[in-house]
């Protein structure tokens, strides 16, 4: 019976148990604040209780996570038995909130999860998966390179392989890996592909490995979220930053995501808005694991009201209070606009977006105009006001560029120091042929 109708609203009297689903995880839902189940769940849940391989697209903060979890752990219950799902994703960060997920809805079950990501200390992890977790959500470099069917992980026995953001999982980025997990796991394993967009490439899989999916859209390929409304800011190129306090300014005390195209731009972008009094913290790939943590806590706590952050951030991340999402820089694939602006406006809440254009970037901004199928509104700017802030600025923007100098300076430093201490260094930092002798 179909629980969605045609206009894509969900059945009222659709509830979590009249999907199939036990009491013990209905009732988790509901202790998590879900009152019915989002169209994605509704539409997918008994398609997976079921027994089938399932391909889903729907919009970003849709609840997927819940539409895939939910039928793992009701399978689990009935047949537990450890390293049951393997749960693939394209972020560390993104892996440890999937974990949480899985926690929050199973614990009460006994299920144990254990999160598997790089930049983590290997031997913790190893211990973890000794003791033989049901659920384990993993980026799938590490597994690949550390822990393929060792330290008791023994990917054969899967029954669930899952790859959240499918489309993403599946591009040259992760090909060696992930070719390489599919080749282990066991053919009658049950496959979940979830995403808020979809590539030909996920087509490919199924051709290859999948038995017969059920194939669920509760959106358009490219969709948007609804309750989101988007702008763009057409700005002359040589005051981007002076139209970023400004608009900051202007959305004082709201929570904010910026988008920035570079780990360096992310950084050096933070130093210069701390520096005129905002409250920013970066997150970025070329930050150690603890401080990429760090950092989304303290924006997730809102300790900290604005991230900067790379595409590192733009798929995934689930922190409700989200405002408005700004792209400082314009991303080059279109794609990445879609989960990028989908940080906000989650679960059925408003949010807003806004899209900095230069007049390099108008074919950027229309290629992604085209494949969202809307058109974004311009967001009013008083020139005048936003020059007035232009000598802040520019003080700001000197200071940060000293900064990230003098940060680049210490890198080199600590570099040739290594390189002295190993013996490796060049022959004028050693003064000599052989470099340091050997102590006996
Ligand atoms: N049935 C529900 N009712 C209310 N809230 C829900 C429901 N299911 C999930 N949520 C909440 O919706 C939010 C978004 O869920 P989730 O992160 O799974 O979205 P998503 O579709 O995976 O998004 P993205 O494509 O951005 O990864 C979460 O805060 C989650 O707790």
Redesign the pocket.
């Known amino acids: 019976m179909p629980t969605v109708d045609d206009e894509g609203a969900v059945d009222p009297n659709v509830t979590f148990e009249s999907l199939g689903l036990v009491s013990t995880l209905a009732d988790a839902?509901k202790q998590?604040?879900?009152?019915?189940?989002?169209k994605i769940?509704a539409e997918s849940i008994p398609s997976s209780l079921s027994g089938k391989d399932v391909i889903a697209l729907?919009e970003?903060?849709?609840?997927?996570?819940?539409a895939f979890a939910l039928p793992i752990l009701q399978s689990l219950l009935d047949n537990p038995s450890p390293h049951y799902a393997l749960v693939l994703t394209p972020t560390r960060e993104l892996a440890l909130q999937i974990g949480e997920q899985f926690e929050a809805l199973g614990s009460s079950l006994g299920a144990r999860t254990c999160v598997i990501v790089g930049g983590v200390d290997m031997m913790t992890q190893a211990i973890a998966l000794m003791k033989k977790p049901h659920i384990v959500v993993a980026t799938p470099g590490r597994i690949v390179d550390h822990f393929e069917n060792t330290k008791g992980f023994h990917m054969r026995n899967l029954k669930y392989l899952v790859m959240d953001e499918a489309d993403r999982m599946l591009t040259q980025d992760f090909e060696v890996e992930v070719d390489k997990i599919l080749k282990v796991i066991p053919r009658d394993r049950r496959t979940f592909l979830f995403s808020?967009t979809m590539t030909d490439k996920v087509r490919k899989l199924q051709r290859a490995s999948l038995t017969n999916p059920v194939k669920i859209e509760v959106s358009k390929k490219y969709q948007t979220v609804e309750k989101l409304i988007q702008y763009y800011m057409f700005i002359p190129s040589k005051f981007k930053d002076c139209y970023l306090a400004w608009l900051l300014n202007e959305n004082q005390g709201q929570s904010v995501i910026i988008f920035v195209s570079t780990c360096a731009n992310a950084q050096r972008t933070a130093i210069l808005l701390n520096n005129l009094g905002f409250s920013t913290i970066p997150l970025h790939g070329q930050m150690p694991q603890t401080k990429r943590i760090g950092s989304l806590n303290k924006f997730k706590s809102q300790n900290k009201s604005i991230l900067i952050a790379t595409d590192v951030a733009s798929?995934?991340l689930?922190i409700?209070h989200v405002d408005i999402v700004v792209n400082f820089d314009i991303p080059t694939n279109s794609k990445d606009y879609i989960?990028r602006v989908?940080r906000t406006a989650?679960?059925g809440r408003a949010g807003k977006s806004v899209t900095m254009v230069t007049q390099y970037d108008v074919e950027l901004l229309q290629r992604i105009e085209k494949l969202i199928e809307k058109k974004l509104a311009n967001y009013p700017s008083e020139e005048e006001e936003v020059m007035l802030m232009l000598e802040r600025v520019t003080e700001a923007q000197r200071f940060a560029a000293m900064n990230m100098k003098d940060a680049e300076q210490a890198k080199k430093q600590g570099k040739r120091d290594r390189e002295e201490m190993s013996g490796g260094g060049s022959k004028s930092s050693r003064g000599g042929k052989g470099g340091f002798k050997k102590r006996k």
Not at 32 to 38: A, D, E, F, M, R
Not at 60 to 65: A, C, D, F, H, L
């Open positions: 839902c998590l604040g879900w009152k019915t189940p989002s769940q729907a970003t903060g849709s609840g997927k996570t819940g808020a798929r995934g689930d409700p989960h989908g989650r679960a």
